[in-house]
Each structure stands twice: as structure tokens, then as C-alpha cells.
């Protein structure tokens, strides 16, 4: 079993930053990736970015060269530095692990809230 626990959320203005963190504990030598999610009011949750074990990044276009996603294994931390932030960047945003042999994200941790106000 993998433990996530998500960190950094908060207020901010249109254009600012913030720093989310998501602490792993737990089988974590299991993964294979590791990725934050996003959901925004009434929509459907969605991959925001996504980091492998060898350090592959992606992203949506929505957040490319915005959003930067990277992990410290010495502290089994992954964050996710948001800059410029819009307000359609609001939401709960989840930090979730995939394991290894498998082709969706199995672990989740309880959800950060992000609110961009305009």
C-alpha cells in the first residue's frame, strides 16, 4: 500500500504562484509514476502532469510552461509549482501514484484545494 499526503493549497490572485506538495510513504518502491490530477467545479477530474521513476514529465496544454512537476527522492516528495496561475486553474487538486504492472493511478491521496480568483 502507498500513503499519499497533499500539501500547499490555498487562496491566490490571477498571476501569482503556489508550491503543492504530496508526501509518499508506504510500498512506494512499487511505483512506476507518479502524477497530480485536478478537478475543477462540475467537471470530470483530469491528468494536470505526470512524473515516471526515470524522471519521463508530461503535462496538459492547459498547463505547459506554467506548471512544473518534480520529485525529491531523498524525501519521497513530489511537487507541483504552479506560476501565472489562471483562474480556470481552480480546483481540488490530487497527488496520485500508479504501480508498477498496472495502467491507471491506484493510490490517491485526500485532495489539496486551489482557488485563483480573477
Known amino acids: 500500500q502507498v500513503q499519499l499526503v497533499e500539501s500547499g493549497g490555498g487562496w491566490v490572485q490571477a498571476g501569482g504562484s503556489l508550491r503543492l506538495s504530496c508526501l509518499a510513504s508506504?510500498?512506494?518502491?512499487?511505483?512506476?509514476?507518479m502524477g497530480w490530477f485536478r478537478q475543477a467545479p462540475g467537471k470530470q477530474r483530469e491528468l494536470a502532469a505526470s512524473?515516471?521513476?526515470?524522471?519521463?514529465?508530461g503535462y496538459i496544454d492547459a498547463v505547459k510552461g506554467r506548471f512544473t512537476i518534480a520529485r525529491d527522492t531523498n524525501k519521497n516528495t513530489i511537487y507541483l509549482h504552479m506560476n501565472n496561475l489562471k483562474p480556470e486553474d481552480t480546483g481540488v487538486y490530487f497527488c496520485?501514484?500508479?504501480?508498477?504492472?498496472?495502467?491507471?493511478?491506484?493510490?490517491w491521496g485526500q485532495g489539496t484545494e486551489v482557488t485563483v480568483s480573477s
Open positions: 508506504g510500498t512506494i518502491d512499487n511505483t512506476n509514476a
Open positions: 512524473i515516471t521513476n526515470i524522471g519521463n514529465t
Open positions: 496520485a501514484a500508479r504501480a508498477d504492472g498496472r495502467n491507471y493511478y491506484g493510490y
